[in-house]
Structures are given as structure tokens and as C-alpha cells.
């Protein structure tokens, strides 16, 4: 198995995002360690603490996003980074060429039941005439990232990046402790009968979104003549990497159900860089309204609606919109 950084050098990453992209992992390799040993460590259950996303945080939140962000600034390789559980950006080295967005633990809910979790991440390249302090820095389309990925700390921990040449599918191996290649060039099929949709939600979504999942549902007796199969982990890293290994389709539509904030899943940590792993695995990425990754962020703790994955379900799921 080849390791990861041949592969870097293969799809022709220039040295300093190699640099950065090894920092990251080494921060994740940390984290990996941390959540494993955390029962021993008294890290399991919550903070009393609510973050800026008016969420309690766990123990391992708070960790984790510490580790990842002191590694980082501590790098020198980034001028600012910006994280779900921060409340603004934090500065780092004012001629740090890139800037990195993250999602320290992705699916906390997770964490006390022993299951799926994971850190996403993404990094843009820092605008030179901006102050390191300032978040507008990250108001940048998801189009523009420069690498991006996550770490799923599952019964192994997988790496799935991509720096635009692909999305490719690592492993950590724990007897080097590195991450070595175990996919390349990973292909999402175009059809699928599968899909991801929190169904405790139905009642407040938007009437075409009620529409399109009954059709599913339907199954062979509906419009669609086939049975469709759901499945709903409750963190996107590990609905996403279903997606990502077989296909189908993961939506968190808009919904009614607090009416301060009709969308759940977050543009910079969560929603650009999943949708650049899809797109590279030739998926689609939309909302009801165009593709995720052209959206000109307004606010760096930004949240959108999500549709994506099998590229023909997708386009299926939009045409319910029209
Ligand atoms: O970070 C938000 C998140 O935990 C995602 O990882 C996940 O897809 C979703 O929320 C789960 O939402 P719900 O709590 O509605 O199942
Ligand atoms: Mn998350």
C-alpha cells in the first residue's frame, strides 16, 4: 500500500500544502488517540458550556478543537483558522499562505454511544490583503479551496482528501502511524436506492421534499418502481462516507421546524468540503436553488440545505423543486 505522501507528490501538491496537509493529520492522528482513550481520560459526557452555534458541547469537542487549533497556529503555515466551536476567526501567522476552516468532531451526539464521528476540514489560500484577524478572509466560495477532507474515526480511521486531483481514500496505520492509500480516484454510481434523511423531520419540510422522499418510500408501487433502502448514522462524516463508498443520496433540507434557522449543516465546516469530495467522485452538490460550492459566504457560521450524492437521484430529487 502506498503511503500518503507519494501520493501527494503524484497529484503535484506544492511542498507547503504538503507541509500544512501532514500538520493536519498529525493533529487528527492526536484526536483519533484521544477519542479512543477517552473513558480513561474522564472525557466522555458534556460541558456546561454552549458553543457560538447555540450547541452544548462535549468534552471531546472542546479537545478536540483545542488540539486542532493550537497545532495549527502553532505551525506557522496559516494565517487564521476558523472553527465550528470558535466564535470568530483566530489569528495566526500574519504571512501564513492558507487559511484552514474546521469542523473539529463532527456528529458529537455520537460520542457517548461508541459510534461514528469525525473531523472535517478545508483549507483556502489566505488573501494577502487582508489582516490576519479578520474573518472576512474566510468568505470564500467552496470553489476555491485548495485541499479539503475528513478523518472518520470508525473501527478504522480513514482519511478521504482531496487537492483536486480526485477523492482517494486513506487508512491510518497504526503500526507506522501513517495514513496509507487504499482507494483512488473514488467513483460515486450515478443511481442508487439508497438515502439519508433525518425522517423525524418530515412534518416541516417544504411540500416537494414531502413529495420526493413518499415517492421513495413508495417504492415499487409508487411512480418510482423500485424499493429504496434509508439509512441515517446522525454525523455526515459517516453518511457521507457510505455515500462516498456506495453510492446514494444524503439531504438535510430546509425545514420549519425552528423558524430562526430553516437550515442545520454548516457551509464552511461541513457543507463545502463534503460537496468537493462529491463533485471529484462525480456526484452532485446542490441546494434546491444551485451548486453548494458557488455560494459567496455571507457569515463564516453560515448554514445552507444539503442535497447530495448519486448524481441521477439528486437531479431527481431537484426536478421535485421546479
Ligand atoms: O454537525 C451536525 C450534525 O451532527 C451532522 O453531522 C449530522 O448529519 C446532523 O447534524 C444530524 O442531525 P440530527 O440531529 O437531526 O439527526
Ligand atoms: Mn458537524
Given at each position: 500500500?502506498?503511503?500518503?505522501?507519494?501520493?501527494?507528490?503524484?497529484?503535484?501538491?506544492?511542498?507547503?500544502?504538503?507541509?500544512?496537509?501532514?500538520?493536519?493529520?498529525?493533529?487528527?492522528?492526536?484526536i483519533s488517540f484521544r477519542v479512543s482513550q477517552a473513558h480513561m481520560s474522564g472525557l466522555m459526557g458534556s460541558t456546561?458550556?454552549?458553543?457560538?452555534?447555540?450547541?452544548?458541547?462535549?468534552?471531546?469537542?472542546?479537545?478536540?478543537?483545542?488540539?486542532?487549533?493550537?497545532?495549527?497556529?502553532?505551525?506557522?503555515?496559516?494565517?487564521?483558522?476558523?472553527?465550528?466551536?470558535?466564535?470568530?476567526?483566530?489569528?495566526?501567522?500574519?504571512?501564513?499562505?492558507?487559511?484552514?476552516?474546521?469542523?473539529?468532531?463532527?456528529?458529537?451526539?455520537?460520542?457517548?454511544?461508541?459510534?461514528?464521528?469525525?473531523?472535517?476540514?478545508?483549507?483556502?489560500?489566505?488573501?494577502?490583503?487582508?489582516?490576519?484577524?479578520?474573518?472576512?478572509?474566510?468568505?470564500?466560495?467552496?470553489?476555491?479551496?485548495?485541499?479539503?477532507?475528513?478523518?472518520?474515526?470508525?473501527?478504522?480511521?480513514?482519511?478521504?482528501?482531496?487537492?483536486?486531483?480526485?477523492?482517494?481514500?486513506?487508512?491510518?496505520?497504526?503500526?507506522?502511524?501513517?495514513?496509507?492509500?487504499?482507494?483512488?480516484?473514488?467513483?460515486?454510481?450515478?443511481?442508487?436506492?439508497?438515502?439519508?434523511?433525518?425522517?423525524?423531520?418530515?412534518?416541516?419540510?417544504?411540500?416537494?421534499?414531502?413529495?420526493?422522499?413518499?415517492?421513495?418510500?413508495?417504492?415499487?408501487?409508487?411512480?418510482?418502481?423500485?424499493?429504496?433502502?434509508?439509512?441515517?448514522?446522525?454525523?455526515?462524516?459517516?453518511?457521507?462516507?457510505?455515500?462516498?463508498?456506495?453510492?446514494?443520496?444524503?439531504?438535510?433540507?430546509?425545514?420549519?421546524?425552528?423558524?430562526?434557522?430553516?437550515?442545520?449543516?454548516?457551509?464552511?465546516y461541513e457543507a463545502n468540503p463534503m460537496s468537493f469530495l462529491i463533485e471529484q467522485a462525480g456526484g452532485l452538490a446542490?441546494?434546491?436553488?444551485?451548486?453548494?460550492?458557488?455560494?459567496?459566504?455571507?457569515?463564516?457560521?453560515?448554514?445552507?440545505?444539503?442535497?447530495?450524492?448519486?448524481?441521477?437521484?439528486?437531479?431527481?430529487?431537484?426536478?421535485?423543486?421546479?
Amino acid at each position: 500500500m502506498q503511503r500518503l505522501s507519494l501520493t501527494l507528490r503524484q497529484d503535484n501538491v506544492p511542498l507547503d500544502l504538503i507541509s500544512l496537509i501532514k500538520t493536519i493529520l498529525a493533529a487528527t492522528k492526536e484526536i483519533s488517540f484521544r477519542v479512543s482513550q477517552a473513558h480513561m481520560s474522564g472525557l466522555m459526557g458534556s460541558t456546561l458550556d454552549e458553543n457560538i452555534q447555540g450547541e452544548i458541547q462535549k468534552k471531546l469537542d472542546v479537545v478536540a478543537n483545542e488540539l486542532f487549533k493550537d497545532i495549527l497556529l502553532e505551525s506557522g503555515f496559516v494565517k487564521a483558522i476558523s472553527s465550528e466551536e470558535e466564535d470568530t476567526s483566530v489569528a495566526g501567522n500574519a504571512v501564513g499562505k492558507y487559511i484552514v476552516s474546521f469542523d473539529p468532531l463532527d456528529g458529537s451526539s455520537n460520542i457517548d454511544i461508541n459510534s461514528l464521528i469525525g473531523t472535517i476540514f478545508s483549507i483556502h489560500e489566505a488573501p494577502e490583503h487582508m489582516d490576519a484577524n479578520n474573518p472576512d478572509m474566510f468568505k470564500q466560495s467552496g470553489d476555491k479551496q485548495v485541499c479539503l477532507g475528513y478523518v472518520l474515526y470508525g473501527p478504522a480511521t480513514m482519511l478521504v482528501m482531496t487537492t483536486g486531483s480526485g477523492t482517494h481514500f486513506y487508512v491510518l496505520d497504526r503500526t507506522h502511524g501513517g495514513y496509507l492509500l487504499v482507494h483512488r480516484n473514488v467513483k460515486i454510481p450515478e443511481d442508487t436506492q439508497e438515502f439519508a434523511i433525518n425522517m423525524s423531520n418530515q412534518r416541516f419540510w417544504q411540500e416537494p421534499m414531502q413529495n420526493y422522499i413518499g415517492d421513495l418510500i413508495a417504492g415499487e408501487a409508487g411512480v418510482r418502481d423500485k424499493n429504496f433502502n434509508m439509512r441515517w448514522i446522525a454525523a455526515m462524516v459517516g453518511d457521507i462516507h457510505r455515500v462516498l463508498s456506495r453510492g446514494g443520496i444524503f439531504t438535510y433540507p430546509t425545514d420549519s421546524k425552528n423558524p430562526n434557522q430553516p437550515h442545520k449543516l454548516r457551509l464552511m465546516y461541513e457543507a463545502n468540503p463534503m460537496s468537493f469530495l462529491i463533485e471529484q467522485a462525480g456526484g452532485l452538490a446542490m441546494t434546491t436553488t444551485g451548486r453548494i460550492m458557488d455560494i459567496e459566504p455571507t457569515s463564516i457560521h453560515q448554514r445552507v440545505e444539503v442535497i447530495m450524492g448519486s448524481k441521477n437521484e439528486v437531479e431527481t430529487c431537484l426536478s421535485y423543486f421546479k
